[in-house]
């Protein structure tokens, strides 16, 4: 998961450090090989300069830097690197090291110091059922004194996995704790709750077979068919015991190691993987009868033997190559397959290169590969990055023989899989598109993910800031309402729904104006929401933040205009030998009711009519006798944004009072 620069003569690698143990010796040198990296030009702030950045008031990426109609990045709003995919009850969830956590714009310039690894102790976690449209869980508080495992000290590069033990799914997240050592919390769902049940780490120097292993991180569980788990881990220089040639192109610094029945635990002793050039990022995943293994490629230089030539076919720097085998422990380099995915900065341009991070995973038929490029950090800042990542998608495609076709790296990314449904409760914070916004745990479990995930909301909003999100289906009927939940900062702020652009045509506004700092649900009627289209929740109102957005839900047209359900019965009685027609009508709807009752001798109003409440009315017919007729009720009430309707009526028999 290191950041790593193509020239690293610059600076003394910090491996070559006299008097660290093993583990600081493997921490230290990842700190100054990530710090090494992002953009050529740029050298590592001071930490008085880091310092004043960490106290800078906002870290919310003000611009659109995901462009409205791309896939890719996956995120606008936050940064995260080291992508691991993973699929779960028919929802991809995207686990990452959460690079924002650093970050620090100056409120000036709007530029952060360089990415500081030392200080990431979360785990950033996403995800969506279309794969364009993400929902932000939040970070998980993985290591330091206040984390989940207070004995690790950095949450890098996660990994995810799920397993039935004793009757109950298991959700297991594994993570580097810097470069030295790995570890695992295990979760009741693929968001948490979490806990730790180590209290050391799972992969460090005591694990068998890793000796010569400079980095025991980058943590990559599978689960096979069989039940059975394994571990990839591993990365870093290679061990000077090899011959030059070998450290560069065969470094044999990946390993692989069965996982416990428990998934907290592993088997017998890691074996070595035999990946040509490698780095770190070993990830594994299974199609058909073979097992595929990526893994990202070095730069070359003294931690590798020097100048060497690479053997032909070979990854060069910074490059995702991969293996193939049918077995998960048996990695030769045999079964060197070629490069999955070239450095990224041929795709993405001047700032984005270095070493990469990936995962690939199946969703509903299809292969998907994630990884990671610092583009927006490209977007806010220019060519100049500062090393903060953020999450790509592309799909994987196959060649006959099983071997992969080689990705091809777009700000397009992957095809939207279904549209977005907008006919329930869901969370404002699922976002395919933002500017100028942010988000923030709340207090509180989540209205559309239960009680027991987190909840967060959109947040930091000023005017002129907007989310958006994709190919959102309101059917031929439309959508005739919308409703918000939201908590006002200020009054005078409203939120215009618009079409297709962030300026597109309005088809309504949210007025929020209730009571600042109280959570409350605003409704508005649309008009003009049919069909599929790209959705923007456009804010506008006077200087500062306006306020927070909790939840989102539209109503259907073919539902604003329910039956009120009435019901009404007439009776003719005798009052002083005239017929007097009585009539009762009662209000059966769950909402107040205006109900008008007609007879052919006058109509009578009762407004406010109270859900379940019986009225009545004599209608003097000034006659002796009358004959047989009918008594109609009209009621009318409004109800979540939309109007609801509703009549009944019934006979009366003939009466004679002479």
């Known amino acids: 998961m290191v950041h790593r620069q193509h020239d690293k003569s610059r600076r003394t690698p910090r491996w070559a450090v006299v008097g660290l143990t093993t583990t600081a010796l493997a921490a230290a040198s990842l700190t100054a090989t990530a710090a090494s990296h992002a953009d050529d030009s740029a050298e590592l702030p001071s930490t008085a300069d880091a310092s004043a950045a960490a106290a800078s008031p906002s870290k919310t990426i003000e611009i659109a830097g995901k462009k409205p109609g791309e896939h890719n990045p996956l995120l606008g709003h936050?940064?995260?690197?080291?992508?691991?995919?993973?699929?779960?009850?028919?929802?991809?969830?995207?686990?990452?090291?959460?690079?924002?956590?650093?970050?620090?714009?100056?409120?000036d310039t709007g530029v952060s110091p360089q990415i500081d690894y030392g200080q990431i102790t979360e785990i950033t976690v996403i995800s969506s059922i279309d794969m364009v449209n993400w929902t932000d869980h939040g970070e998980i508080p993985v290591a330091g004194e206040d984390g989940v495992a207070p004995f690790t000290n950095n949450s890098w590069a996660p990994g995810m996995a799920k397993k039935v033990i004793d009757?109950?799914?298991?959700?297991?997240?594994?993570?580097?704790n810097g470069g030295g050592s790995s570890n695992v919390l295990t979760g009741d769902s693929p968001v948490g709750p979490w806990t730790s049940e180590r209290t050391d780490t799972l992969i460090d120097d005591r694990t068998p077979g890793t000796e010569g292993v400079a980095w025991r991180f980058d943590p990559a569980p599978f689960v096979d068919d069989d039940g059975q788990a394994y571990l990839y881990f591993g990365g870093g220089p290679a061990s000077t015991d090899m011959p030059a040639e070998e450290r560069f192109n065969n470094p044999k610094n990946i390993r692989a190691i069965k996982l416990g029945d428990d998934m907290v635990s592993t088997e017998g002793s890691a074996v070595v993987v035999d990946t040509p050039v490698s780095f770190e990022?070993?990830?594994?995943?299974?199609?058909?009868?073979?097992?595929y293994l990526?893994?990202?490629?070095?730069?070359?230089?003294?931690?590798?033997?020097?100048?060497?030539?690479?053997?032909?076919?070979?990854?060069?720097?910074?490059?995702?190559?991969?293996l193939m085998s049918e077995d998960p422990m048996s990695w030769p380099k045999e079964t060197y397959a070629g490069v999955m995915f070239p450095n990224q900065s041929q795709f993405f341009g001047a700032g984005t290169g270095g070493n990469n991070h990936q995962s690939g995973f199946e969703y509903e038929g299809k292969y998907y590969f994630s990884y990671h490029a610092p583009t927006l950090n490209k977007a806010v800042n220019g060519d100049a990055t500062q090393g903060y990542r953020s999450p790509h998608l592309q799909e994987l495609s196959f060649n006959e023989d099983g071997t992969v076709q080689q990705v091809v790296g777009d700000y397009e990314g992957v095809e939207q899989v279904r549209d977005f449904d907008p006919y329930r409760l869901f969370e404002a914070e699922t976002l395919g598109w933002t500017k100028g916004v942010a988000t923030t745990a709340v207090e509180g479990g989540s209205a559309e993910f239960g009680e027991s995930a987190p909840n967060l909301v959109v947040t930091d909003i000023d005017d002129g800031d907007w989310t958006g999100l994709s190919s959102v289906a309101f059917g031929d009927d439309g959508a005739a309402s919308v409703t918000a939940r939201v908590k006002p900062a200020q009054a005078g702020g409203s939120i215009d729904v618009r079409l297709d652009a962030p300026d597109g045509p309005v088809v309504g506004t949210i007025d929020v104006d209730g009571a600042a700092g109280d959570w409350q649900d605003v409704t508005a009627q649309l008009d003009g929401a049919v069909g599929t289209h790209d959705v923007y929740f456009s804010f506008t109102g006077p200087e500062g933040d306006l306020f927070e957005i909790d939840t989102f839900e539209f109503h259907a047209a073919d539902d604003a205009d329910p039956t009120l359900t009435l019901s009404v019965e007439a009776s003719p009685r005798c009052v002083a030998g005239k017929t007097v027609l009585v009539a009762q009508a009662t209000n059966e709807a769950d909402v107040e009711a205006d109900v008008t009752v007609a007879s052919p001798f006058g109509t009578?109003?009762?407004?406010?009519?109270?859900?379940?409440a019986t009225t009545s009315h004599a209608f003097s017919t000034r006659s002796s006798d009358v004959p047989a007729g009918e008594i109609t009720a009209e009621g009318t009430a409004a109800a979540d944004g939309s109007v609801r309707t509703g009549t009944a009526s019934a006979p009366y028999d003939a009466a004679d009072c002479g």
């Open 281 to 291: 990022a070993a990830q594994v995943f299974k199609r058909g009868d073979y097992y």
């Open 294 to 322: 990526s893994y990202s490629s070095h730069f070359g230089g003294d931690d590798f033997g020097g100048a060497q030539e690479t053997f032909p076919g070979y990854p060069g720097g910074g490059e995702i190559g991969y």
């Open 78 to 107: 936050k940064f995260g690197a080291d992508g691991f995919g993973f699929v779960d009850n028919g929802r991809v969830y995207m686990y990452m090291t959460n690079d924002t956590q650093g970050y620090a714009p100056d409120p």
């Open 604 to 612: 009578k109003t009762f407004e406010g009519l109270e859900p379940g």
């Open 167 to 176: 009757g109950k799914e298991k959700y297991f997240l594994y993570y580097a």
